[in-house]
């Protein structure tokens, strides 16, 4: 991976878009939009099962009808995601933050996989009634995930963690400040 | 005095004074501007994609406005509060910026359309073509706020 992100930082492209005056700000915003779409609708979904919100509505079609929209927000905050990474790849790879996040994202994703596949599958049976406890511990994980997705990922974009700032022997081994390239 | 003035006044207060010189306290308060926003964008979206016919159906407009309300609100709250610590911590600097002027327009044209609009509108219970272009409306408002917000940081 490290010599992959030193390869993908020396690519002209990588250097074109961390450089360029408009296109990097361009793709920040349309990720930072994009979390409004992806988790404000995860959010009234997740209210949904937790039965405090939009009870009149069945939950097959709360998350039928939503789905599409969160769906929608996922892709383009995977295509500005890898954008942003490529611009900057070797400060980011090294991000404690950004290492995080990746875990968070994981985690996320199992979550609703098992969301949709296990906790789902007799909703039929709870569709306007009160909602399982699975239900329950789905949208908290849910809720918890999502959150410090945005806090660690709005937190990448601070230097104070970065390599180059005299970090703590601890740091340095979760960012693997040894693989940094000199010359960055 | 002149907004020149207000702002060194408020940037040398002491909360903009223990913003801008702590390490953590702007990204935090940040943290929460933006997670505020991210449900309010929910809570938005709820209503208008269900006045135009994308989102849940067997709910009125009215209805979803309803449970959305509570969250549409205390965002906003949060958003308001949050954005006045940052802009708080750098005041003077903020004045001469566009996107910031654009983004206080935009977010005052917002706010009035959403409560004194939009949200009368919806709670009429009016669906029509009047309905679904303030749903339009509101949706471009926020999105105008949210991207000269971030803007602000790039200028």
Known sequence: MDGFV?????????IALHESLYMYSITESAHVLAIMLFVGTIMMVDLRFLGVSY???????M???MLPWTVAGFIILCITGVALFYAIPIRTWHSIWFRIKCVLLVVGMINAAWSALKVEHDKEKWDLGPTPRKAKV???????????????GRLIAYNWTDCDQNQSPFIQQIEDCKAVPADT | MSLYHIAQAIEGSPVGQAIRESTWLFPA???????????LGGAVLMTALGLFGVGLKTASP???????RPYMTSSLVGILITGLLLGASEPVKLIDREAFLIKM?????????????????VRKGDTGVQAKASAGVVMALWFIVALSGRWIGFS
């Open chain 1, 63 to 65: 998350t039928a009808k």
């Open chain 2, 62 to 68: 009215q209805e979803i406005e309803v449970s959305a």
């Open chain 2, 29 to 39: 308060i940040e943290v929460v501007h933006l997670l505020c926003l991210a449900v």
């Open chain 1, 55 to 61: 009870r009149n509505t069945p939950v097959s079609e």
């Open chain 1, 138 to 152: 789905a949208a908290c994980i849910s809720l918890f995930v999502w959150t410090f997705v945005i806090v660690f």
């Open chain 1, 6 to 14: 030193n390869w993908l930082a020396g690519t002209p492209w990588s």
């Open chain 2, 105 to 121: 327009i935009a977010l005052a044209l917002a706010l009035l359309f959403t409560y004194f609009v939009f949200n009368p509108i």
